[in-house]
Each structure stands twice: as C-alpha cells, then as structure tokens.
C-alpha cells in the first residue's frame, strides 16, 4: 500500500465537517450464520452473521473490566455522549489486543457478560499461533481483516517512514476492496448478535481501532471523541511500548528503538489518513457504509439501534 502524506488541519476539519452530518438509514434486518474464510475467498454475504437469539441482546448494568489481556475496553468508552442527547451503549463491543493468555476469572467473566461472539481480525498464521481461548456461549469467527495470508510490512528506515506506513495502513482500510469487505462482514456479524461481541486484533490499536472508530462514527460520534477513543491506545499499552522500547534499543540501538515506538504507538494522523479517504471516496460514514462496505439499510439501522443507548 502507498503512504500517504500527513494530514493539513484544513483536511482533518473537512473529514470533521462530513462526518458530523451523517444522516439515519431507516429498515428491518435480515439474520443467519457464518464460518471463517480463507485470506484469498470473496467476500462474505449479508446473510454471513452471528445466529441471532429470541430475546434482546443483554447489556450489563456495570462495566466489564479484564485485567488478563492488553487493551481491552468497551468501544463506546464510559457511554460516549452522541450530538443528539443520546449516549453509546456500553456493554455491546468491547475491543482488544490478542486474547491468548486471558485468565480463567477473566474467561468466566467474560461468559457471564453474556459474550455472544469472538471476532478475530488478525491473519490465519497469527491466529493459529497465538490461538484464542474458548469462552462459554461466545462463536469465534476469523475475519482476517488484512483479507491476505501474511503481512509483509516494508524495511523502514526512519520514524517518518514507520509513521507513513501506519496512515497508509489505515487508507487501505478504505481502498482496499477486499479489506472494505472484511470490514463489512465484521459489522453484519455485530448488528446480527445476540449479544456483546469482543473485536480484536493482536495489539488491539489498528485493525481493531479502526472497526471501533467507524462503529462511534456509525453511532453519530463526534470526530473530536473518536480521535480521543482511539488515541487511549497509547495510555492503556504504555507498559509495553515502554517495555519494547528498551528491549530494541539493547538488541539494535536509539533508532531501531525509535522505529519500533512509532509503530507501536496510535497517532491522530493514522486515522484521520482513513478518514480522508472515506471523505474522498464515500463523502459521508454513511456513504462509506452504504456504498464503499455494501451494507443495506436494514443492516445499518440495526447496528445503529444496537450502539445507540436510549
């Protein structure tokens, strides 16, 4: 993928500006069932979605904390306030780094929320090397949210370099056909569940950061707080990065160490490249939903209805 350049301030305020007015898509829902796809399969269809239960979807009355794995929290944060008065449900998504390595109090608790599903975006051999635990009622569906085998990220030489590959990780999110469909299917999967649903990648700060911004974008967010949502990836892995940081430099010196902290950290200008390019392609987060992901407006008001608290 081609890196892109930074973003200006009149650019971030343009993606600002169009974002804010995204209008309601309005009509009933289709449900059924799915497994995991190889890296290389066409994109799943609308009727690719978690089983859907009888009754509502479950939300818990306080908030689900796990300690056992890296950056783990509800994608709506404390209940995200939305323009219109309403709020975020909490309870619905949570995000997080790989779940490999959860305790067994962590597993239980997680069951005991109700989790409905597992939504793994990272690619097969990831995922089959650091393998997710299995938890009591949750599916565990592969998205491989890269759509390829292996990643195959290029030599960086220079923190501006890691810091351009980073944004345009984050347009491919939006360029890419296959990741837009991967994308897709991670969102007809949250709309159709049964109930809360964990996102996760293995650092928990791209590919889940980028799934979580769309669904507070989806849910009417403010830019201003998406970009703080996302940005807490910093604060809640700064053991770490921290950590990683004086390992590089040991093994390989100062700027090693520096390259692999710009990696490892989230920066504004990472999602706001995605969010240029949705802007420039789609022109609205429901343009992105609707043309760019293929979504119906069924699908869209479902997920709407499950993100909106109130």
Aim: include cysteine.
């Amino acid at each position: 993928m081609a890196a892109v350049s930074r973003l200006s301030r009149p650019a971030a305020l343009l993606v600002t500006a169009c974002l804010a007015g995204c209008s309601s898509i309005v009509a009933p829902s289709p449900a059924g069932s799915v497994s995991a796809v190889p890296a290389t399969a066409a994109a799943p269809s609308a009727s690719a979605v978690l089983t859907a239960a009888t009754s509502a979807p479950s939300r818990p009355s306080v908030a689900l904390r796990i300690d056992s794995v890296s950056n783990f929290r509800d994608v709506a944060g404390d209940g995200l306030a939305l323009p219109d008065g309403r709020t975020m449900a909490t309870g619905v998504v949570y995000r997080s780094a790989k779940l490999a390595g959860m305790s067994a109090p962590d597993r239980e608790a997680l069951a005991g929320a109700g989790l409905a599903g597992i939504l793994d975006l990272r690619t097969p051999g990831v995922a089959k090397a650091s393998p997710d635990p299995v938890i009591a009622g949750a599916k565990y569906r592969l998205i491989n949210l890269y759509a390829t085998a292996k990643v195959r990220k290029p030599k960086l030489r220079s923190v501006a370099a890691a810091r351009a590959y980073l944004r345009s990780v984050n347009v491919g999110f939006v360029a890419s056909s296959a990741q837009r469909a991967r994308v897709a299917w991670t969102l007809r999967l949250i709309a159709a569940a049964s109930g809360p649903v964990v996102i996760h990648c293995t650092e928990g700060k791209d590919r889940t950061g980028w799934v979580s911004a769309i669904l507070q974008l989806t849910a009417g967010a403010r830019v201003v707080d998406v970009r703080a949502e996302y940005l807490k990836s910093n604060s809640y892995r700064a053991g770490i990065i921290a950590e990683r940081y004086r390992a590089t430099k040991a093994h390989s010196g100062v700027r090693a160490a520096q390259i692999e902290r710009a990696l490892l950290k989230v920066d504004v200008s990472y999602l706001d490249a995605g969010l240029t390019e949705l802007r420039h392609r789609y022109g609205s987060i429901d343009g992105y939903l609707t043309r760019g992901l293929k979504l119906d407006a069924a699908t869209v008001e479902k997920l709407r209805a499950r993100l909106v608290s109130g």
